[in-house]
Structure formats: structure tokens, C-alpha cells
């Protein structure tokens, strides 16, 4: 069977060379040597490891449940991070593994898998300094010799984690892939070996090995098909398949696609971002969204991708209806986990996105998630409003991805900034983008100032020659009419439309205007209030009058 990961060294997690195979043969001597083993060991494994490592251990030999990984996960981060993984790997390959059946060294081979991803995500996430070089292939291993147990096993393979879990195992996949295409174009820092070594592993996080393994996951799961069915009304079940039954193979195959969607937008190709989620249906809650950082990811780059395709209205939506989830469940997260953190990044880089969005593209959203963004982003509207191409470029540069080159450096000529270059293509993009809008500001604010003018007068109050302003006034029509979703499952389909509060025509050489903008209608506001404070009188007056009683006594003790 084909390996999903296109390495050239088969790695096996037990060839690390030991002592343990220097037995004597002698019974008593071979006693004394185990117990001099076991005190040596133990007294440099730390007792939250030995007892965080029993307690998983056994958990995944029997039932993997959630809350044991949110919690036992982040308090051995804290604790053990600097322990070494060979040492743990020892104590089970020298104690037990010569005593154990089959199936139980299956259990252990898997256990150490789990165990080494578990550990090598909270280097990346805690040592400063970040991974050593061999600590990033050793963990590249890791993540081939997980993939190949669930991809090129016989049937479904008997794993069951919980979905928190496989979201973060595809997350860090992509993060550790996208960490190292930015560790290999710095080179000023390294030595000679290093570099030599990068240069004849190529295949080592190779682009080509991460979409392999996400593409290898969606198909194996047969998610798409199963999405398609699912939100057409079917039984997503009956076109499942072997594999797509088990929760392992369905869930993987739906956080691959919102990974290759990530992936995508990291190289810059949008269109084929928001493609690879032609099946999930974004505007609808679902059974597979129960994880939220994963529809905190999703909204995120798609929103972006938006952003980038010109979809501004879309944009703005996507941007409004997460922020307002993040609001809303901000106090589910625990403040004192790296995912708080990670939220709240987003978060702020997704208030960022609005701004951009809203400035280049002006329409109503809701009023608390406006609010918040005038607090935090008020100053810097105001200057992107009048032209500020610096703000801009700032905003631009905080809440963007961060942008990789898929194409292996030339070691022998490295330039300084290579690893920018991806970023600085994407910037001068989205640069060139706003100064095409650089004057539609300053024109929308003249516009709503009149209904006719001749279109001379109004190229003189902006010191343009009346061809000049013809040409801008033709900008502002362009650059205001989008693709936007109106209805369907793809994300890529849309209507053209405008949202603009102003509209106009030419006739000869006047300029009539029309304001679009609809007044808002408090009145229905106060009619939907005064009718839910009757159907609540209506249900109070239907209570018994003792449970009445009872709740009010209950609110005075209180």
C-alpha cells in the first residue's frame, strides 16, 4: 500500500537504540539490571508524567472521552513540555513491551502516537525558541505514521476520538506544514548542516504530502457525497460507505475540507478555497459544526477569501455573523488555555477584515458588532475613509494570514526577506485594489450632498478634469457592484448587486442622484416588543397562583 506521506526514510517508533538489549541471560543478574533500569528512569520522569501517562494510556485503551482530553491535554502542557520523549517511549518499550499480546502492543503503538502529537503541538505552541529542525521532522514522522494507521489500515480502524481532538490534529497539521515553509526560507541563522540537510529532504513537509493526506482523508470519508445528501434532506448514512459510518473517518473528512480551504487561502488561490466547501452549506447550522474553533476557521478564511475576490457584501456578512457567535459564546473557551488566546487573535484580526470591508464598501450591520468596531477601529475608519493607504496596508498586515510559498528555496541564494515575498505579492494586490477606490469616499460623501448637478461643477469641487471624473464616476458604478450569495448550497454563487445608499445616472452632462438608503423603521420594532410583552402577560396570568407564589418567594430569598 502507498504511504500518504511521500517520505524516502520508513519511520518506525521503536528503533531508538537502548541498553535494555543487554541481557545476560542469568536470571538474577537480569533482575538487578531491571531494577537499577526502573529506578534510573523513573527518577527522571517527573510524577504528573507517570501518572498523566498511566491515565491516558488507559483511556485510549478503552474509551477516549472529551472532557479527559480538554483537560488532562493542557495541564501536562504546562507541566512536562521540557521531558524528553524517548525517555517516556523507554519505560514502555523496556518494562512491557516483551510481556504484551498482539493487540495490546497495537495499543501501545497507537497510544505513543497520540502521545507524541499531543506533545510535539505544545512544543510549537510553549518552547520559546520554537521546534529544533529534528524535532519538526520527527514530528512530521509522527503525523505519517498516524495518517498511513487510519488511511492504509484493512477496514475502519478501531479508534474512536472525540471530535475536539481530530479538529486539532488537522489544525496543527496545517500550522506545523505552515510554520516550516517559513522555517526553511530563513536561512541567515543556520549552520552549513542544517541547511545541508533541508537541501537533500525535500520531501519533508512537502506541499504535495499535506494535500495528498487531506485529499486521501475527504475521499476515504466520502464526505462530500454524504454533505451533498445531508443538506438535500437525506439520510447521509445510506451513501456513507465502510468508512464514512465510523465518526473518525466522517469527522476527519470535514475538518480536511475546511483545511484545505485554509490551505488555499495560505497560497492565495481563493477561488479554489471557497470551492473545496461546494457542499457545506455556510449559512445554516449543521451536526457537523460542534467545534468551535472550527467555525471560528471556517468563517475566518472564508470571509478573507471574500475579502480578496472583491465580494465585499459577503465579506461583511460572513465577518458580522461570527463576530457575533465569538460574542455570544466567548465564555464557553477556558481563559487559561492557548485556544482562548488563539480565539481572541481571530477575533480581533476579523474586527480588522470588517473595517477594511466596511470602508471600501459602506452598509448596515448589526448595531452591537458596529458598536464594537467603532471602539476599537473608529480612528483608523475615519483615515482609511479619507484615502489613507498606511492604515490600510497596518490593518492589512495584522489580520491577513500568514502567506506561504508552496516552491522549495534555492539554498544557494536565499534572499533575506524571501520568507515575506508571498506576503508582499498579496499586499500589493490588495494595495493596488484600494487605490483604484482611492477617490469613491470622497465622491460618495459629494453625491449625497445633492439630487442634480452638472457633472463640470461637481469635477470642479474635486479638482478633476470633467474626463477624469467621468472616468471615476464609471469606477465607483464598477467597484459598487458585487457577486453576492443570495440562495444555494456553494458559497461561490451569487447575483450581482449593489448595496451602495446612493445611486445615479448620466443624462448628457448632468448627474442625477438618487439616496437608496431605506429609513429604518423603529415602529415594527416597538409592535414585536409590545406583542412578546403580551404573550408573557397572557402565560403568567395562566400559572396557578401558588407556583406564582412560591417563584416570587424564591426571588425575595435570593
Known amino acids: 500500500q502507498m504511504s500518504v506521506c511521500s517520505v524516502s526514510f520508513q519511520y518506525d517508533p521503536y528503533t531508538y537504540p537502548n541498553d535494555y538489549d543487554l541481557h545476560t541471560g542469568d536470571p538474577k543478574a537480569d533482575l538487578a539490571y531491571e531494577r537499577q533500569y ?279 456578512r460572513v465577518f458580522a455573523n461570527i463576530l457575533l457567535y465569538i460574542q455570544r459564546t466567548r465564555n464557553m473557551f477556558q481563559r487559561s488555555t492557548y485556544k482562548y488566546e488563539m480565539i481572541n487573535k481571530q477575533n480581533e484580526q476579523m474586527h480588522g477584515l470588517l473595517a477594511i470591508a466596511l470602508t471600501m464598501y459602506p452598509m448596515r450591520i448589526d448595531e452591537s458588532i458596529h458598536t464594537q468596531l467603532r471602539e476599537k477601529y473608529g480612528d483608523k475608519m475615519l483615515r482609511m475613509q479619507k484615502g489613507d493607504l498606511q492604515v490600510f496596508e497596518e490593518l492589512f498586515s495584522f489580520a491577513c494570514p500568514k502567506f506561504l510559498s508552496p516552491v522549495v528555496p534555492n539554498y544557494d541564494n536565499v534572499h533575506p526577506n524571501y520568507h515575506k515575498e508571498p506576503f508582499q505579492q498579496q499586499l500589493k494586490v490588495f494595495a493596488e485594489e484600494v487605490q483604484q477606490q482611492a477617490q469613491l469616499s470622497t465622491i460618495r460623501s459629494f453625491l449625497k450632498l445633492y439630487t442634480t448637478m452638472p457633472v463640470a461643477k461637481l469635477a470642479g469641487f474635486l479638482d478633476m478634469s470633467e474626463q477624469e471624473f467621468r472616468i471615476q464616476l464609471l469606477v465607483f458604478k464598477h467597484k459598487m457592484k458585487n457577486l453576492v450569495w443570495t440562495s444555494g448550497i456553494s458559497a461561490l454563487d451569487g447575483e450581482f448587486q449593489s448595496a451602495s445608499e446612493v445611486d445615479f445616472y448620466i443624462d448628457k452632462d448632468m448627474i442625477h442622484i438618487a439616496d437608496t438608503k431605506v429609513a429604518r423603521r423603529y415602529g415594527d420594532f416597538f409592535i414585536r416588543q409590545i406583542h412578546k410583552f403580551e404573550e408573557l402577560n397572557r402565560t403568567l396570568k395562566k400559572m396557578p397562583a401558588s407556583t406564582t407564589t412560591a417563584a416570587s418567594g424564591t426571588a425575595t430569598s435570593r
Open 38 to 316: 526502573e529506578q534510573q528512569t523513573y527518577h527522571v520522569i517527573p510524577e504528573v508524567i507517570k501518572n498523566f501517562l498511566q491515565y491516558f494510556h488507559k483511556t485510549i485503551s478503552d474509551l477516549i472521552d472529551q472532557k479527559v482530553y480538554e483537560l488532562q491535554s493542557n495541564r501536562v502542557s504546562s507541566e512536562s513540555i521540557e521531558q524528553k520523549i524517548y525517555e517516556i517511549q523507554d519505560v514502555y518499550e523496556n518494562r512491557y513491551h516483551s510481556t504484551l499480546s498482539v493487540d495490546m502492543r497495537f495499543v501501545y503503538a497507537v497510544f505513543l502516537i497520540l502521545y507524541k502529537e499531543l506533545y510535539y503541538r505544545h512544543i510549537y505552541a510553549k518552547v520559546s525558541g520554537g521546534p529544533t529542525l529534528d524535532q519538526r521532522f520527527e514530528s512530521y514522522y509522527n503525523y505519517c505514521n498516524l495518517f498511513n494507521y487510519i488511511l492504509n489500515a484493512d477496514g475502519p480502524a478501531p479508534l474512536e476520538l472525540p471530535n475536539q481532538w481530530l479538529w486539532d490534529i488537522i489544525d496543527e497539521f496545517i500550522y506545523q506544514f505552515q510554520s516550516f515553509s517559513q522555517y526553511r526560507c530563513k536561512t541567515a541563522k543556520k549552520s552549513e548542516e542544517e541547511i545541508e540537510f533541508l537541501r537533500n529532504n525535500p520531501k519533508i513537509w512537502n506541499v504535495h504530502s499535506v494535500l495528498n493526506v487531506l485529499h486521501s482523508l475527504v475521499d476515504k470519508s466520502n464526505i462530500n457525497r454524504q454533505l451533498e445528501v445531508y443538506t438535500s434532506g437525506g439520510d447521509p448514512e445510506s451513501v456513507a460507505g465502510e468508512y464514512g459510518r465510523h465518526s473518525l473517518y466522517k469527522m476527519l473528512g470535514y475538518f480536511s475540507l475546511v483545511g484545505l480551504l485554509r490551505l488555499h487561502s495560505l497560497l492565495g488561490d481563493y477561488y479554489q478555497a471557497i470551492k473545496v466547501l461546494e457542499n457545506i452549506e455556510l449559512n445554516k447550522k449543521s451536526m457537523y459544526s460542534r467545534v468551535p474553533e472550527c467555525q471560528i476557521t471556517t468563517y475566518y478564511y472564508v470571509g478573507f477569501a471574500y475579502l480578496m475576490m472583491r465580494r465585499y457584501q459577503d465579506a461583511i
